[in-house]
């Protein structure tokens, strides 16, 4: 019997495009080129599956056009706001997800973003790199401590509790706001607050980690932001969507937020320009899961959905 045909959109780490190439007949992307739309449709021609990133979109118009041999949509990320789930559902196509595997690298990115705006250390490095680094001082590069201060975690969800782990480890008092209460984590000792109003005030840090919802569009708008103490700081490593950039962008000039980490943004990698001329930011280029360890770990958990699927099995991680 011949292989499924499994068309991969980027380029993946060697061990998982090895075990592509055995069990499947994988249409590799050597060159980690960036398809555009009929381009991808065009190379998904007798494809079974597509094994894509965030960085394709497949919107109701994709789905319309895309080839009936396709049947599962196994996306490399565990984001899966690039697909349209409703269109995936009309058209039978199966969409999948890598949830679990990337939790403790994103924490990792969100406790260095928490600690790179407190401690200053994209104005330290520029200092550093740009030889003008002239002295030192007691008020010189002076930033906010971390340690034993209260972070605001919304989306206590995969990521948000190894978020509130690190931070453990640093002293810091959990807050938090989700759908769903966690006892466990209340156990731990996380304060649960039931609207995000109500949290922001007690914020010396705050941590967005939702997902990328109708819901929780723009959540970080002016208003919410104005309900910040003052010297609090803001971070991001879950989906650039969350952040109203107007509002965070005046907020920044105005000193409230203090500073902000980011590593994701609206229109990536196209930024807003401004946030790249305010000192109080420190800015990373979506690098949440970027550990080889982690991004072995996603395609062979996209692997498994597809063996699943290929197997006659439901797929772990079917999302639609
Ligand atoms: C994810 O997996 O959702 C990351 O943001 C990378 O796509």
Known sequence: MSKPVILVTRKLPSAVEARLSADYEALLNPQDALYERDELLKRAEGADAIMPCHTEHFDADIFERLPKSVKIIANFSVGYDHVDTDAAKKAGVVITNTPDVLSDATAEIVM???????????????????????????????????????????????????????????????????????????????????????????????????????????????????????????????????????????????????????????????????????????????IGSATAETRDAMGFRALDNLDAFFSGKEPGDRVA
Not at 188 to 205: I, N, S
Not at 207 to 228: D, E, K, W, Y
């Open 112 to 286: 260095l973003l928490i600690i790179g705006a407190a401690r200053r250390a994209g104005e330290g490095e520029h200092l550093v790199r740009t030889a003008t680094w002239k002295d030192w001082s007691p008020a010189f590069m002076v930033g906010t401590q971390v340690t034993e201060k209260t972070l605001g975690i919304v989306g206590l969800g995969r990521v948000g509790k190894v978020v509130a782990e690190r931070a453990r480890g640093f002293g810091m008092k959990i807050l938090y706001h989700d759908a769903f209460r966690q006892e466990e984590e209340e156990k731990k000792g996380a304060v649960y607050f039931e609207t995000m109003e109500d949290m922001l005030p007690h914020c010396q840090f705050l941590s967005l980690n939702a997902p990328n919802l109708p819901s929780t569009v723009g959540m970080l708008n002016a208003a919410r932001i104005s309900l910040l103490p003052e010297g609090a700081i803001v971070v991001n490593a879950a989906r650039g969507t969350l952040v109203d950039d107007e509002a965070l962008i005046a907020g920044l000039k105005a000193g409230k937020p203090a500073a902000a980490g980011l590593d994701v943004y609206n229109n990536e990698p196209g930024i807003d320009p401004r946030y790249k001329e305010l000192p109080n930011t420190f800015l990373l280029p979506h």
